[in-house]
């Protein structure tokens, strides 16, 4: 009886073992943010270089450059979770915003540029 108890614990703990491990699976997360330009008057704006970056003195690879396209709207994509200053520039127009990525979500930024 013994025997066929040890047996079947063993088979049990062997099929729990087999079944934790291959439920074991990477999960890979999305860190995006879109930033949409306007003006004061809230017309969208395009064309405008809008640059990330985040003012630490440690090295950091987190700094990105994209131009605007025809509805105002850049999208950027990150590996981790960061909060960054977002600059927009063209000729005599500037403006300046603030991103904080979250994990798995496509955070929306509205950056109002003056002249």
Same mark, same amino acid.
């Given at each position: 009886?013994?025997?066929?108890?040890?047996?079947?614990?063993?088979?049990?703990?062997?099929?729990?073992?087999?079944?934790?491990? *291959?439920?074991?699976?990477?999960?890979?997360?999305?860190?995006?943010?879109?930033?949409?330009?306007?003006?004061?008057?809230? *017309?969208?704006?395009?064309?405008?270089? =809008?640059?990330?970056?985040?003012?630490?003195?440690?090295?950091?690879?987190?700094?990105?450059?994209?131009?605007?396209?025809?509805?105002?709207?850049?999208?950027?994509?990150?590996? *981790?979770?960061?909060?960054?200053?977002? =600059?927009?520039?063209?000729?005599?127009?500037?403006?300046?915003?603030?991103?904080?990525?979250?994990?798995?979500?496509? =955070?929306?930024?509205?950056?109002? =540029?003056?002249?």
């Amino acid at each position: 009886m013994k025997r066929k108890l040890f047996g079947i614990m063993s088979l049990f703990v062997a099929l729990i073992s087999l079944l934790s491990l *291959n439920s074991c699976e990477e999960v890979i997360h999305f860190y995006t943010a879109e930033v949409t330009i306007i003006d004061n008057q809230g *017309n969208l704006m395009s064309g405008f270089k =809008v640059t990330t970056d985040v003012d630490v003195n440690d090295v950091h690879v987190v700094d990105r450059e994209a131009y605007t396209d025809s509805t105002g709207v850049v999208s950027f994509e990150f590996k *981790n979770e960061a909060i960054m200053k977002v =600059v927009a520039e063209q000729e005599n127009y500037s403006g300046e915003g603030l991103i904080v990525l979250e994990e798995d979500k496509n =955070v929306k930024v509205t950056v109002v =540029v003056y002249e």
